[in-house]
Protein backbone atom coordinates (compact mmCIF):
# COMPACT_ATOMS: atom_id res chain seq x y z
CA UNK A 1 0.00 0.00 0.00
CA UNK A 2 1.21 3.47 -0.86
CA UNK A 3 2.27 6.03 1.63
CA UNK A 4 -0.40 8.55 2.71
CA UNK A 5 1.26 11.37 1.16
CA UNK A 6 1.81 10.00 -2.65
CA UNK A 7 -0.93 10.93 -4.83
CA UNK A 8 -3.27 8.55 -5.29
CA UNK A 9 -4.61 9.44 -9.50
CA UNK A 10 -6.36 6.30 -10.64
CA UNK A 11 -3.98 3.33 -9.14
CA UNK A 12 -6.23 1.89 -6.98
CA UNK A 13 -8.39 1.24 -10.19
CA UNK A 14 -7.79 -2.48 -10.50
CA UNK A 15 -7.52 -4.43 -14.51
CA UNK A 16 -6.82 -3.43 -17.99
CA UNK A 17 -3.52 -2.67 -19.77
CA UNK A 18 -3.37 1.16 -19.63
CA UNK A 19 -4.41 0.42 -15.54
CA UNK A 20 -1.34 -1.44 -15.73
CA UNK A 21 0.62 1.22 -16.94
CA UNK A 22 -0.90 3.19 -14.52
CA UNK A 23 -0.12 1.68 -11.50
CA UNK A 24 3.71 1.43 -13.05
CA UNK A 25 3.41 5.31 -13.03
CA UNK A 26 2.05 5.34 -9.40
CA UNK A 27 4.95 3.12 -8.16
CA UNK A 28 7.48 5.41 -10.12
CA UNK A 29 6.27 8.59 -8.44
CA UNK A 30 6.11 7.07 -5.02
CA UNK A 31 9.68 5.38 -5.08
CA UNK A 32 11.08 9.30 -6.58
CA UNK A 33 8.90 11.38 -3.50
CA UNK A 34 10.37 8.60 -0.66
CA UNK A 35 13.91 9.77 -1.76
CA UNK A 36 13.26 13.33 -1.86
CA UNK A 37 10.99 13.48 0.65
CA UNK A 38 12.95 14.76 4.51
CA UNK A 39 12.89 11.87 6.80
CA UNK A 40 9.83 11.38 8.75
CA UNK A 41 11.89 11.08 12.02
CA UNK A 42 14.55 13.24 11.89
CA UNK A 43 13.76 15.35 15.14
CA UNK A 44 14.31 11.97 16.81
CA UNK A 45 18.07 11.28 15.66
CA UNK A 46 20.48 11.45 18.48
CA UNK A 47 22.35 14.81 18.51
CA UNK A 48 26.33 13.96 17.26
CA UNK A 49 28.49 12.98 19.92
CA UNK A 50 31.15 16.18 21.26
CA UNK A 51 34.27 15.39 22.59
CA UNK A 52 34.87 15.48 26.20
CA UNK A 53 37.96 16.81 28.02
CA UNK A 54 38.88 15.85 31.58
CA UNK A 55 41.15 18.58 33.57
CA UNK A 56 42.41 16.93 36.58
CA UNK A 57 43.83 20.29 38.94
CA UNK A 58 46.45 19.34 41.70
CA UNK A 59 44.96 22.60 43.59
CA UNK A 60 42.06 23.96 44.65
CA UNK A 61 39.63 25.61 42.48
CA UNK A 62 40.55 28.86 44.25
CA UNK A 63 44.03 28.26 43.92
CA UNK A 64 44.69 27.55 40.49
CA UNK A 65 41.36 28.55 38.84
CA UNK A 66 43.38 31.03 36.63
CA UNK A 67 45.10 27.88 34.88
CA UNK A 68 42.34 26.08 34.18
CA UNK A 69 40.16 29.00 32.82
CA UNK A 70 43.70 29.46 30.17
CA UNK A 71 43.77 25.73 29.46
CA UNK A 72 40.00 26.57 28.14
CA UNK A 73 41.19 29.96 26.67
CA UNK A 74 43.88 27.59 24.79
CA UNK A 75 40.82 25.56 23.82
CA UNK A 76 38.82 28.47 22.29
CA UNK A 77 41.78 30.21 20.38
CA UNK A 78 41.87 26.70 18.58
CA UNK A 79 38.25 27.25 17.58
CA UNK A 80 36.49 25.23 20.32
CA UNK A 81 33.18 26.12 21.89
CA UNK A 82 32.28 23.85 25.01
CA UNK A 83 28.97 22.98 25.12
CA UNK A 84 28.60 22.83 21.44
CA UNK A 85 31.83 21.32 19.54
CA UNK A 86 33.63 20.59 23.35
CA UNK A 87 32.80 19.49 26.44
CA UNK A 88 34.91 20.05 29.49
CA UNK A 89 35.25 18.24 32.96
CA UNK A 90 37.24 19.30 35.98
CA UNK A 91 38.34 18.03 38.83
CA UNK A 92 40.51 19.19 42.03
CA UNK A 93 43.15 17.38 43.99
CA UNK A 94 43.04 20.84 46.88
CA UNK A 95 46.24 19.63 47.50
CA UNK A 96 46.11 16.34 48.73
CA UNK A 97 48.01 14.21 46.16
CA UNK A 98 46.74 10.40 47.26
CA UNK A 99 43.07 12.19 45.66
CA UNK A 100 45.08 11.59 42.01
CA UNK A 101 43.93 7.95 41.54
CA UNK A 102 40.16 8.95 42.57
CA UNK A 103 39.50 11.38 40.21
CA UNK A 104 41.64 9.61 37.82
CA UNK A 105 39.71 6.76 37.92
CA UNK A 106 36.08 8.50 37.69
CA UNK A 107 37.01 9.78 34.46
CA UNK A 108 38.00 6.46 33.13
CA UNK A 109 34.29 5.61 33.94
CA UNK A 110 33.42 8.48 32.52
CA UNK A 111 35.09 7.39 29.04
CA UNK A 112 36.28 11.01 28.25
CA UNK A 113 38.42 11.24 24.83
CA UNK A 114 41.48 13.01 26.31
CA UNK A 115 42.80 13.43 29.66
CA UNK A 116 44.54 16.73 31.21
CA UNK A 117 46.40 16.16 34.35
CA UNK A 118 48.41 18.36 36.05
CA UNK A 119 51.97 17.92 38.01
CA UNK A 120 53.34 14.22 38.30
CA UNK A 121 51.82 12.64 40.61
CA UNK A 122 48.97 13.18 38.89
CA UNK A 123 50.71 11.75 35.92
CA UNK A 124 51.90 8.94 37.45
CA UNK A 125 48.19 8.06 38.97
CA UNK A 126 46.99 8.89 35.18
CA UNK A 127 49.51 6.12 33.92
CA UNK A 128 48.80 3.55 36.08
CA UNK A 129 44.51 3.79 35.53
CA UNK A 130 44.72 3.90 31.66
CA UNK A 131 46.49 2.46 28.60
CA UNK A 132 44.07 3.89 26.30
CA UNK A 133 42.90 7.25 26.96
CA UNK A 134 45.61 9.76 25.98
CA UNK A 135 46.57 11.98 28.73
CA UNK A 136 48.41 15.19 28.27
CA UNK A 137 50.89 16.25 31.10
CA UNK A 138 51.40 19.51 32.52
CA UNK A 139 53.22 20.91 34.92
CA UNK A 140 55.44 17.89 35.64
CA UNK A 141 58.98 17.83 36.54
CA UNK A 142 61.21 14.49 34.67
CA UNK A 143 58.80 12.57 32.57
CA UNK A 144 61.50 10.37 31.38
CA UNK A 145 63.32 9.87 35.17
CA UNK A 146 59.84 9.62 36.52
CA UNK A 147 58.59 6.17 34.28
CA UNK A 148 56.01 8.47 32.68
CA UNK A 149 57.41 8.87 29.03
CA UNK A 150 60.52 6.13 27.31
CA UNK A 151 61.87 9.60 26.01
CA UNK A 152 61.04 13.75 25.38
CA UNK A 153 61.39 12.62 21.25
CA UNK A 154 59.28 9.53 20.97
CA UNK A 155 57.04 8.72 24.58
CA UNK A 156 55.88 5.75 23.15
CA UNK A 157 52.95 4.96 25.04
CA UNK A 158 49.38 7.52 26.18
CA UNK A 159 51.03 9.95 27.69
CA UNK A 160 52.62 13.67 26.02
CA UNK A 161 52.44 16.70 27.06
CA UNK A 162 54.88 19.42 28.79
CA UNK A 163 57.62 19.33 31.00
CA UNK A 164 58.71 21.92 33.81
CA UNK A 165 62.20 20.56 33.60
CA UNK A 166 65.48 22.36 33.20
CA UNK A 167 68.72 21.00 35.28
CA UNK A 168 69.66 24.57 35.86
CA UNK A 169 66.21 25.88 37.21
CA UNK A 170 66.86 25.04 41.27
CA UNK A 171 70.68 25.55 41.32
CA UNK A 172 69.95 29.34 39.78
CA UNK A 173 66.79 29.91 42.29
CA UNK A 174 69.34 29.33 44.56
CA UNK A 175 71.91 31.57 43.15
CA UNK A 176 69.64 34.89 43.12
CA UNK A 177 68.34 34.40 46.81
CA UNK A 178 72.39 34.62 47.85
CA UNK A 179 72.88 37.28 45.50
CA UNK A 180 69.85 39.50 47.61
CA UNK A 181 70.92 37.81 50.80
CA UNK A 182 75.40 37.10 50.31
CA UNK A 183 75.29 36.77 54.35
CA UNK A 184 72.66 34.28 54.57
CA UNK A 185 74.18 31.19 55.20
CA UNK A 186 70.83 29.31 56.13
CA UNK A 187 68.13 28.27 53.85
CA UNK A 188 64.40 26.72 54.51
CA UNK A 189 63.32 24.66 51.91
CA UNK A 190 59.73 24.08 51.94
CA UNK A 191 59.21 20.45 50.24
CA UNK A 192 56.38 17.87 49.86
CA UNK A 193 56.79 14.24 50.36
CA UNK A 194 54.04 13.00 48.07
CA UNK A 195 55.40 14.75 44.78
CA UNK A 196 58.42 12.46 43.65
CA UNK A 197 60.16 14.62 41.73
CA UNK A 198 61.24 16.48 44.95
CA UNK A 199 63.78 14.41 45.58
CA UNK A 200 65.41 15.66 42.44
CA UNK A 201 64.63 18.91 43.32
CA UNK A 202 66.71 18.39 46.23
CA UNK A 203 69.88 16.71 44.67
CA UNK A 204 69.97 19.57 42.40
CA UNK A 205 69.80 22.02 45.28
CA UNK A 206 71.98 20.58 47.63
CA UNK A 207 74.61 20.70 44.66
CA UNK A 208 73.93 24.47 44.27
CA UNK A 209 74.07 24.77 47.77
CA UNK A 210 77.64 23.46 48.42
CA UNK A 211 79.08 25.69 45.99
CA UNK A 212 77.40 28.98 47.40
CA UNK A 213 78.20 27.91 50.95
CA UNK A 214 74.87 27.38 52.30
CA UNK A 215 73.37 24.85 54.42
CA UNK A 216 69.83 23.47 54.01
CA UNK A 217 66.56 22.81 56.27
CA UNK A 218 64.58 20.78 54.31
CA UNK A 219 60.68 21.82 56.06
CA UNK A 220 58.17 18.79 54.55
CA UNK A 221 54.64 19.92 53.91
CA UNK A 222 51.92 17.43 53.49
CA UNK A 223 49.03 19.41 53.18
CA UNK A 224 47.88 22.56 54.39
CA UNK A 225 47.32 21.61 58.07
CA UNK A 226 51.43 21.41 58.14
CA UNK A 227 51.95 25.46 56.68
CA UNK A 228 52.54 26.71 60.35
CA UNK A 229 54.92 24.24 61.87
CA UNK A 230 57.21 24.39 59.30
CA UNK A 231 57.50 28.18 59.29
CA UNK A 232 58.14 28.14 63.42
CA UNK A 233 60.74 25.18 62.55
CA UNK A 234 61.89 28.05 59.66
CA UNK A 235 61.99 30.39 62.67
CA UNK A 236 63.49 27.87 65.32
CA UNK A 237 66.36 26.71 63.11
CA UNK A 238 67.10 29.95 62.33
CA UNK A 239 67.11 30.10 59.11
CA UNK A 240 67.58 33.16 57.13
CA UNK A 241 65.99 33.22 53.67
CA UNK A 242 63.29 30.64 52.00
CA UNK A 243 63.51 28.77 48.69
CA UNK A 244 59.48 26.93 47.89
CA UNK A 245 60.08 23.73 45.36
CA UNK A 246 57.32 24.00 42.63
CA UNK A 247 54.32 22.06 43.96
CA UNK A 248 50.58 21.81 43.09
CA UNK A 249 49.63 22.03 47.08
CA UNK A 250 52.23 25.11 47.43
CA UNK A 251 50.76 26.97 44.57
CA UNK A 252 47.09 26.21 45.61
CA UNK A 253 47.90 27.74 48.86
CA UNK A 254 50.03 30.37 47.99
CA UNK A 255 48.79 33.24 49.66
CA UNK A 256 48.75 31.41 53.01
CA UNK A 257 52.46 30.67 52.11
CA UNK A 258 53.31 34.25 51.24
CA UNK A 259 51.71 35.58 54.36
CA UNK A 260 53.03 32.87 57.22
CA UNK A 261 56.84 34.04 55.34
CA UNK A 262 55.88 37.63 55.55
CA UNK A 263 54.71 37.22 59.09
CA UNK A 264 58.18 35.39 59.46
CA UNK A 265 60.17 37.96 57.92
CA UNK A 266 61.89 35.47 55.64
CA UNK A 267 62.69 36.49 52.08
CA UNK A 268 61.90 33.82 49.88
CA UNK A 269 62.37 32.62 46.49
CA UNK A 270 59.30 30.93 44.48
CA UNK A 271 58.91 29.31 41.19
CA UNK A 272 56.13 30.58 39.84
CA UNK A 273 55.02 34.74 39.12
CA UNK A 274 51.89 34.10 41.03
CA UNK A 275 54.05 34.37 44.28
CA UNK A 276 54.97 37.34 43.89
CA UNK A 277 52.16 38.83 42.09
CA UNK A 278 50.66 37.95 45.71
CA UNK A 279 52.70 39.48 47.60
CA UNK A 280 56.12 36.98 48.11
CA UNK A 281 59.96 38.71 47.56
CA UNK A 282 60.46 37.04 44.03
CA UNK A 283 60.45 34.37 41.94
CA UNK A 284 62.12 32.20 38.66
CA UNK A 285 60.74 30.30 36.22
CA UNK A 286 58.36 29.09 33.56
CA UNK A 287 55.08 31.39 32.86
CA UNK A 288 52.35 29.03 34.20
CA UNK A 289 49.61 30.54 32.16
CA UNK A 290 51.52 30.08 28.95
CA UNK A 291 52.02 26.42 29.89
CA UNK A 292 48.35 25.16 30.59
CA UNK A 293 47.30 27.62 27.15
CA UNK A 294 49.87 25.49 25.61
CA UNK A 295 48.33 22.01 26.86
CA UNK A 296 45.40 23.01 24.45
CA UNK A 297 47.55 22.11 21.65
CA UNK A 298 48.19 18.61 22.13
CA UNK A 299 44.80 18.18 23.06
CA UNK A 300 43.48 19.58 19.33
CA UNK A 301 45.66 17.06 18.01
CA UNK A 302 45.22 13.73 19.60
CA UNK A 303 40.89 14.79 18.93
CA UNK A 304 42.19 15.53 15.59
CA UNK A 305 43.82 11.71 15.04
CA UNK A 306 47.31 12.44 16.65
CA UNK A 307 48.64 9.37 19.12
CA UNK A 308 50.36 10.82 22.06
CA UNK A 309 53.04 8.03 21.42
CA UNK A 310 54.37 10.39 18.51
CA UNK A 311 54.03 13.54 20.45
CA UNK A 312 57.22 14.73 21.60
CA UNK A 313 57.23 16.30 25.56
CA UNK A 314 57.54 20.04 25.20
CA UNK A 315 60.38 21.41 27.52
CA UNK A 316 60.58 25.35 28.59
CA UNK A 317 62.78 27.30 26.74
CA UNK A 318 62.47 30.66 28.43
CA UNK A 319 62.12 31.93 32.24
CA UNK A 320 61.58 34.99 33.58
CA UNK A 321 62.66 36.49 36.72
CA UNK A 322 59.56 38.11 38.80
CA UNK A 323 60.87 41.00 41.89
CA UNK A 324 58.69 42.81 44.29
CA UNK A 325 60.10 45.96 45.21
CA UNK A 326 57.27 46.36 47.76
CA UNK A 327 57.87 43.37 49.76
CA UNK A 328 61.36 43.79 49.70
CA UNK A 329 61.09 47.50 51.02
CA UNK A 330 58.87 45.75 53.91
CA UNK A 331 61.48 43.34 54.64
CA UNK A 332 63.77 46.05 54.63
CA UNK A 333 66.13 44.76 51.73
CA UNK A 334 67.67 46.53 49.00
CA UNK A 335 67.61 44.09 45.32
CA UNK A 336 71.61 44.97 44.04
CA UNK A 337 71.51 46.08 40.43
CA UNK A 338 73.02 42.21 38.95
CA UNK A 339 69.33 41.32 39.91
CA UNK A 340 67.57 44.13 39.03
CA UNK A 341 68.81 44.18 35.61
CA UNK A 342 67.56 40.21 34.80
CA UNK A 343 64.61 41.14 36.04
CA UNK A 344 61.85 40.17 33.29
CA UNK A 345 59.04 42.09 35.71
CA UNK A 346 59.15 44.34 38.97
CA UNK A 347 56.03 44.81 41.06
CA UNK A 348 56.26 48.17 42.98
Request: charged share 20%.
Amino acid sequence: MLPHWVPRWDCDVPGGQARGRSWRLCFLAALVLALVAPPVFSAAQTPPKIPRVAYVMSGTSTGLRHLFEAARQGLRELGYVEGQTIALEVRWAEGYYDRFPELVAEMVRLKVDVMVVSTTPGALAAKKSTQTIPVVMVAVGDPVGSGLVASLARPGGNLTGLSLLNPELHGKRLQLLKEVLPKASRVAVLTNPGNPIHAAFWRETQEAAQKLGVQLQPLELHGPEDFEGAFRAATRGRAGALLVFDDGLFNGYRTRIVALAAKSRLPAMYGFREFPDDGGLMSYGTNQLDHFRRAAAYVDKILKGAKPANLPVEQPTRFELVVNLKTAKALGLTIPPSVLIRADQMIQ
